[in-house]
């Protein structure tokens, strides 16, 4: 059954850092792996997809990579700011049909 | 603006009532779901829908259900069955329900218990 697991649980950071997210998984046969960013009360806002025959994808200051056979991605979030405040969801595509599974997430805040 | 529309945005329900979930698409995708969030926690798949007229279970169905009738319409009903309702749910589709399709979010609809 896989498992999707989120590290750290919650992060708090002062503007400008560079900043990590971590996200593993345990079955390795996925279709693809993204990140999405959630404010409070909100739904999902797609960040990032990486296929399973991808390494990495950027957008702006945001960096994915996926690493299969080690069931490991991580979002990598340049110069961060106050507006990049929100919780960041991993979630895998697996099984016969497009089936999310999810993360719990990182609550993430930048503060001035 | 193509998107997922869901409503009502807030929603109470009374015991042994059943409540419908509104889910609408104008992104002509094919495929739809429905999700349950809970404070701290992921995403579960409640159900989905790969075409119209065809709908499958998924993780947690149980106390629920759905027709996908029309293409851009994916209703969802939580019954009386279901003991435990409030959540924060949420809709999404994607323009196929194989497993490269990224999957777009409506805003959702929070349930509460009266």
């Known amino acids: 059954k896989q498992e999707v697991t989120q590290i750290p649980a919650a992060l708090s950071v002062p503007e400008g850092e560079n900043l990590v997210l971590n996200c593993s998984f345990t079955?390795?046969?996925?279709?693809?792996l993204q990140w999405f960013r959630q404010d409070p009360g909100k739904g999902l806002t797609s960040l990032l997809l990486?296929?399973?025959?991808?390494r990495e994808q950027t957008s702006g200051r945001l960096n994915a990579s996926l690493d299969k056979s080690s069931g490991r991605s991580t979002l990598y979030i340049a110069a961060s700011q106050p507006g990049d405040s929100a919780t960041y969801l991993c979630?895998?595509?697996?099984?016969?049909?497009?089936?999310?599974?999810f993360g719990a997430g990182t609550r993430l805040a930048v503060h001035p | 603006d193509g998107g997922i529309t869901q409503s009502p945005k807030y929603l109470f329900r009374k015991e042994g009532q059943n409540v419908t979930l509104s889910c609408e698409q104008n992104?002509?995708?094919?495929?739809m779901y429905w999700y349950r969030q809970d404070p701290g926690q992921g995403l579960r798949l409640i159900y989905y829908?790969?075409?119209?007229?065809?709908?499958q279970k998924g993780d947690i169905a149980e106390g629920y259900s759905v027709s996908r009738e029309k293409k851009e319409s994916f209703p969802l009903t939580v019954t009386s069955a279901q003991k435990n309702p409030t959540a924060f749910y949420l809709c999404?589709?994607?323009?196929?329900?194989?497993?490269?399709?990224?999957?777009?979010f409506g805003d959702g609809t929070r349930l509460s218990i009266l």
């Open positions: 979630a895998v595509a697996s099984g016969g049909y497009n089936k999310l599974i």
């Open positions: 829908s790969q075409i119209v007229n065809d709908f």
């Open positions: 992104l002509n995708h094919d495929a």
């Open positions: 999404a589709s994607s323009i196929e329900g194989t497993g490269d399709q990224p999957q777009h």
């Open positions: 990486i296929q399973s025959s991808q």
């Open positions: 079955d390795s046969a996925i279709y693809n």
